[in-house]
């Protein structure tokens, strides 16, 4: 299934937000696998802006300092 | 051929009315669908000649022509054959005969009445064929009452010759003169093939005896009391000579159990082989199901010279039961004589092996549904089951394609890709076995392509082209921009604008075919024409698409191409699965 087309939230390439918010291409793996919606068009991997920024808070909640046991 | 009388049948029968006769009328005019290839678009044409005569001629490559051309070509007959059929259909009066000839051509006499042939058989002929073959009274008597046996042409003894929906169409006949056995009508007149006597349902029979001669089988259902209580799940089959024995092909059900009464002839002088040895092997390796030897006592040449010299039922009897299951090898038969010694041969030729070409094909290993396709074309086509068999081992190959993988060992894994070869004698019904094979692969491909050209491609094409004005869109935005961070965003939705083109384009490409029959277009090629110009290169081989890039890899990007018409915009990617091996969906369902 694909999602409606919002012009304002058009995919963008991964590296585009590895790049605007500083994260490196392992924990883009790691997310991924821990399940960060992307999409594959041929090679390339995107990802639309709004579910990266909704992933990226869950993660940064969950790593908060005072969390870890 | 008499040129009057060919001329005569013209007038009486022109081209058009010829064709109204053979079913064809809608076709006799000048631009119609051939009839003798899947047409889609007016290839034929009914002109009238220079010489005034109506011809006839297919742009696509069929042929052209006379009426007798077109007959000869609808029959599938020799020029000669269709001449003297095309005179007899045209109800041309035959020449005053000379008084020399005696022996009219059969082709231009009436229809073969078999039941004056039955009628002709008296009681006196009976009981001395009775008498002259060693058979009770009451065994003849019944073979005549069921019309199995007559007389032809005088004193000749016949049996009849069946087609396939079981009316007689000739007779086959013994010829007093020297023995030797002849048809009338001859086969190829009638557009006939030699076919075995049968007696009894060989669908259903669960035991099926096999003869050479229809003399053994009346001595042995004699003996047998055969015409007093005739016994269940059994049926007879007379092969009507040693070299008929492929005719078994595809008649036996695989679970049935052949007995094949052989004969103890001597060997060739000039080759050492025992006719009725060859027969015997011939037998199992058509037969297609288990098959036993019946042994006839070794001083009896065959079973009636067995049962002339005093055979009774209990020995009988007790042969059938002991008789020995017959395995087909392709090793060198030791008795055989040894070949003539020839001091200096002039040119040295390959050895001809006179054993079965291979061993029956395993069809109990396949899936009952695909062994009852295998035994119908076998039947239908009179082929030996290994051709429709190794023709479905392609189909399903195809058919599966790179769906399916499996795990071979450690870090390896095959896919259901068989790469096959067929090949047999010219005529011998490869091309039409391999059509009925792949006519449920090559229907759901019509299909197949047919839905994506009229959804799939389309949906594509437009969405190409939302994409380019899309693309153009940014591409200004982009140019015009002077905040950075706007621009790099712009760039990356560019991007990802221009991927999705690059895999629609893609996916916009015609799909490949997987299986193509020759004289069958369904699509894949622009014309006949275009088609005829690769001609034989797909037939049999499933997989090809007749161009030059790898069968392996053509499968999988059509394989490819058809599962993205289920699914046309991109992939979406499920991540939590990212690392884990999916299972592949079958290509059809």
Redesign the interface.
């Known amino acids: 299934?694909?999602q409606a087309y919002d012009p304002k939230d058009?995919?963008?390439?991964l590296d585009?937000f590895l790049r605007r918010y500083g994260i490196s291409r392992t924990t883009a793996w790691r997310w991924?696998?821990?399940?960060?919606?992307?999409?594959?068009?041929?090679a390339?991997i995107?990802c639309r802006e709004s579910e990266f920024v909704r992933f990226m808070e869950t993660q940064t909640a969950k790593n908060q300092p005072g969390d870890a046991q | 051929m008499n040129q009057d009388l060919l001329a005569q049948a013209k007038q009486r029968l022109p081209l058009s009315a010829l064709m109204a006769q053979l079913g064809f009328g809608d076709c006799a005019k000048k631009s119609a669908r051939c009839p003798f290839h899947e047409d889609s678009s007016a290839s034929f044409s009914l002109y009238i000649g220079d010489d005034g005569e109506e011809r006839w001629k297919c742009f696509a490559g069929c042929g052209q022509g006379d009426a007798i051309d077109f007959f000869a070509k609808h029959r599938g007959l020799s020029n000669t054959d269709a001449c003297r059929e095309y005179i007899r259909l045209a109800d041309v009066p035959p020449p005053p005969a000379p008084p020399s000839s005696s022996n009219p051509s059969p082709s231009v006499q009436p229809p073969f009445d078999w039941q004056s042939c039955v009628a002709a058989l008296t009681p006196e002929h009976r009981a001395k064929l009775a008498e002259w073959r060693g058979y009770t009274p009451e065994f003849v008597e019944w073979l005549h009452a069921q019309n199995l046996i007559g007389l032809f042409s005088g004193e000749r003894i016949a049996f009849p010759v069946h087609d396939a929906q079981g009316k007689v169409i000739a007779c086959h006949y013994r010829r007093k003169e020297d023995g030797s056995w002849r048809y009338f009508q001859k086969l190829e007149d009638i557009g006939a093939r030699i076919s075995p006597l049968i007696i009894g349902d060989m669908v259903t029979a669960k035991t099926i005896f096999a003869f050479e001669s229809q003399w053994d089988y009346c001595a042995v259902a004699d003996k047998l009391g055969w015409h007093v209580t005739t016994p269940g799940d059994t049926a007879t089959i007379i092969t009507r000579g040693a070299e008929n024995s492929r005719l078994l092909a595809g008649l036996c059900a695989p679970d049935a159990v052949v007995c094949a009464f052989g004969q103890n002839d001597k060997p060739n002088p000039k080759t050492g082989i025992r006719a009725g040895a060859k027969w015997l092997a011939a037998v199992a390796a058509h037969c297609g199901c288990k098959c036993v030897q019946v042994v006839t006592p070794s001083p009896h040449k065959d079973a009636n010279d067995w049962t002339r010299a005093g055979a009774t039922r209990p020995e009988i009897e007790a042969t059938i039961a002991a008789a020995q299951s017959v395995t087909v090898s392709n090793e060198p038969d030791l008795h055989a004589a040894p070949p003539r010694k020839v001091s200096k041969p002039a040119i040295t030729l390959p050895e001809e092996s006179d054993e079965p070409e291979s061993a029956p094909f395993p069809l109990d290993a396949l899936p009952l549904a695909m062994a009852t396709i295998i035994a119908a074309v076998s039947r239908t086509e009179r082929v030996p089951l290994a051709l429709p068999a190794v023709g479905a081992l392609g189909v399903v190959s195809a058919a599966i394609g790179a769906g399916l993988e499996v795990t071979s060992g450690p870090n390896r894994v095959t896919r259901a890709n068989l790469y096959l070869l067929a090949s047999a004698e010219s005529g011998s019904g490869k091309s039409e076995t391999f059509r009925l094979i792949a006519a449920p692969l090559v229907d759901h491909q019509a299909r197949l392509l047919e839905t994506w050209r009229q959804k799939t491609s389309p949906q594509l094409q437009s969405e190409i082209r939302v994409l380019d004005k899309e693309i153009a869109t940014l591409e200004r935005k982009a140019a015009k921009s002077g905040d950075l961070m706007e621009r790099?965003?712009l760039r990356?939705?560019l991007?990802?604008k221009l991927?999705?083109k690059?895999?629609m384009t893609a996916r916009a490409a015609m799909p490949c075919i997987i299986a193509q029959v020759p004289g069958l277009h369904h699509g894949a090629r622009s014309s006949p024409r275009s088609y005829h110009s690769h001609g034989g290169r797909c037939q049999g081989a499933t997989g090809t698409d007749g161009s030059r890039r790898p069968a392996r890899r053509r499968e999988c990007d059509a394989q490819r191409r058809w599962q993205d018409h289920a699914h046309l915009?991109?992939?979406?990617?499920s991540?939590?699965g990212?690392?884990q091996k999916k299972p592949r969906e079958r290509k059809y369902k």
């Open positions: 299934m694909t058009c995919p963008m390439p585009f991924r696998k821990n399940g960060l919606p992307t999409l594959q068009v041929g390339k995107f | 790099e965003r990356g939705e991007e990802y991927a999705r690059d895999e915009p991109g992939r979406q990617e991540s939590a990212m690392n």
